[in-house]
């Protein structure tokens, strides 16, 4: 299946940018949908925006629409989420997950995909 590995975490002050990357080994992001999903200490895993690779539609939470953007580039085989605007309540781990097709769930269910990477910490300080 191959692996998907995260990158561009860190620490920020409120209202600062950052950007994550995702990028595929031994794949391609030649799939059904691309998504990153965040989780806080204590919390469940959330939606935070998805790309649909056959019409490079985008979603996204409302807690994220307008500040946080998703792009792909298939021929680089990565997926980035720039974030601007960032807040104390979007601190959490920030996961990218590959569906390999589609499903009945929701795009924004963690069982609509197949593939996960390991997560990389954003940390936003008030």
């Known amino acids: 299946q191959g692996q998907l590995v995260e990158t561009g975490g860190g620490l920020v002050q409120a209202g600062a940018s950052l950007r994550l990357s995702c990028v595929a080994t031994?794949?391609?992001?030649?799939?059904?949908?691309t998504a990153w999903f965040r989780q806080a200490p204590g919390n469940e895993r959330e939606f935070v925006a998805a790309i649909r690779w056959i019409d490079s539609r985008t979603y996204y939470a409302d807690s994220v629409k307008g500040r946080f953007i998703i792009s792909g580039d298939n021929a680089k085989n990565t997926v980035s989420l720039q974030m601007d605007s960032l807040k104390p309540e979007d601190t959490a781990v920030y996961y990218c997950a590959v569906a390999d097709r589609n499903r009945v769930v929701g795009f924004n269910s963690p069982r609509a995909y197949d593939v996960w990477g390991q997560g990389t910490q954003v940390t936003v300080s008030s």
């Open positions: 031994a794949r391609t992001f030649s799939s059904y949908r």
